[in-house]
């Protein structure tokens, strides 16, 4: 069975630090491990993604204030968020691309960036 499962989501005041992890279990063949994430009234939008060869991009808006990497546990992928700034709030999505580029979406975890 396919799932993705999302997690660290939450309210954290400006300049605040949050942790996001994403454990895929069920899915073989991954190329590709990313976040993106949706504001209301706006499109989706890359946050960060990273291939098996371990080739990185980051979005505009988050370069320099978020780090996306491994987790310790197998197809575990974290996004590490810094400066966190109110524009960042959004609900933030699991991707994972597989090498056939079928592609799965986990079901979103709130952040939100409010004194």
């Known amino acids: 069975q396919v799932q993705l499962v999302e997690s660290g989501g939450g309210l954290v005041q400006p300049g605040g630090s949050l942790r996001l992890s994403c454990a895929a279990s069920?899915?073989?063949?991954?190329?590709?491990v990313g976040w993106y994430r949706q504001a209301p009234g706006k499109q989706r939008e890359l946050v960060a993604h990273i291939t098996t060869a371990n080739s990185i991009k980051y979005g505009t808006a988050v370069k320099g204030r978020f780090t996306i990497s491994r987790g310790n546990a197998e197809k575990t992928v974290i996004l590490d968020m810094n400066s966190l700034k109110p524009e960042d709030t959004a609900i933030y999505y699991c991707?994972?691309?597989?090498?056939?580029?079928?592609?799965?979406w986990g079901p979103g975890t709130q952040v939100t960036v409010s004194s």
């Open positions: 991707n994972v691309v597989l090498y056939n580029s079928l592609q799965y």
């Open positions: 069920g899915i073989f063949n991954i190329y590709i």
